[in-house]
């Protein structure tokens, strides 16, 4: 199914986009993330329950996005005591995209509704938003993990993080030969000056909603999803989203220096060369022995010979 190329699903462009209701008192965020999770789950190999955890994360993350202006980003780390480990997500205001999970190859029985086990793959833990406005400091806000389903922890994160009412709905549906049928989501949220006519409403539509699969699943667009979620939305904005990682060879070889000369000096004696790997992207970057070689001589030369600081806080190789 996933690999028909005719396939109306896979040919949905990935699109977030954002709207209001209500007169402008609900904000609705949707958006259509196949594309890009099926990149991810490529790319990193993950099995079932790993991509559905990490495309979930990334669906939210590109939506969050959305309210970004000009160079910010944000990223969203999930970190649970279950067996995937860490979930990293990075995401800008140009609607790039790229994450990892720390154990892509995860395997649980169905949960108790016959669905994959996300919750009990994520465990119990932390959900972290970082957001980057260009300042000297980022904004980190956090909150414990609910269920580890993500939507639900999203919902919590916004309520108790960003006093924001909200309902989060993600979701991907993975073939059997670990491709990615479809993927996306939704956030709705109340914003200042709404009324309990309103909540009710929004609570109804929400109640009535099929699963985000079950939605996107017949070639569904994310305004389609938009309009299936709120149906008075109006859509302000729509912005197209990608796979994009920021890692190069350059940025690499920083890493590289950043540990130090006598890390450097081992790796070249034990090894005689280099292997470094990106964590977003898996991308592999090698430096032969002449280079590491010339590092250990531009470590020499700097006063001190201490490590170089990288110019990224986060975590990037």
């Not at 028909?4 to 209701?21: C, E, F, S």
């Not at 919902?155 to 491709?179: H, I, K, M, R, W």
Request: charged share 25%.
């Amino acid at each position: 199914m996933a690999g028909n190329p005719t396939n109306n699903m896979i040919q949905t462009k990935d699109v977030a986009v954002r709207g209001l209701a209500r007169c402008g008192r609900v904000r609705l965020l949707a958006c259509v993330t196949t594309h890009l999770v099926n990149e991810l789950q490529r790319r990193h190999g993950t099995w079932p329950v790993a991509t559905a955890a990490l495309g979930r994360t990334a669906s939210v993350a590109a939506m969050m996005a959305m309210q970004l202006k000009g160079q910010e980003r944000l990223t969203v780390q999930v970190k649970g005591d279950g067996p995937l480990g860490a979930i990293l997500v990075d995401a800008d205001s140009d609607g790039h995209v790229r994450g990892y999970v720390q154990h892509p190859h995860v395997h649980l029985p169905a949960n108790a509704l016959g669905k994959l086990d996300v919750g009990g793959a994520v465990g119990h833990g932390m959900l972290y938003v970082l957001r980057d406005m260009g300042l000297r400091e980022v904004y980190r806000g956090g909150v414990e993990l609910q269920t580890g389903e993500i939507g639900d922890d999203f919902t919590y994160y916004f309520a108790v993080s960003e006093q924001t009412p909200s309902s989060v709905g993600a979701g991907v549906l993975v073939d059997t030969d670990n491709t990615v049928i479809c993927s996306g989501g939704f956030i709705v949220q109340l914003l200042p000056g709404h009324t309990d006519e309103d909540i009710d409403w929004v609570e109804a539509q929400i109640r009535g909603l099929s699963s985000v699969t079950d939605l996107l699943r017949g070639g569904m667009d994310a305004t389609g999803l938009a309009a299936t979620v709120l149906p008075d939305v109006e859509i302000l904005e729509e912005r197209p989203l990608a796979f994009r990682c920021t890692c190069s060879r350059d940025r690499l070889r920083r890493i590289l220096l950043g540990l130090g000369k006598e890390e450097l000096q081992a790796m070249l004696a034990e090894e005689g060369d280099a292997e470094v790997v990106c964590h977003f992207c898996s991308e592999v970057y090698r430096f032969s022995g002449d280079e590491l070689e010339a590092m250990i001589a531009e470590l020499a030369d700097k006063p001190g010979d201490s490590k170089l600081v990288l110019d990224d806080g986060r975590e990037d190789g």
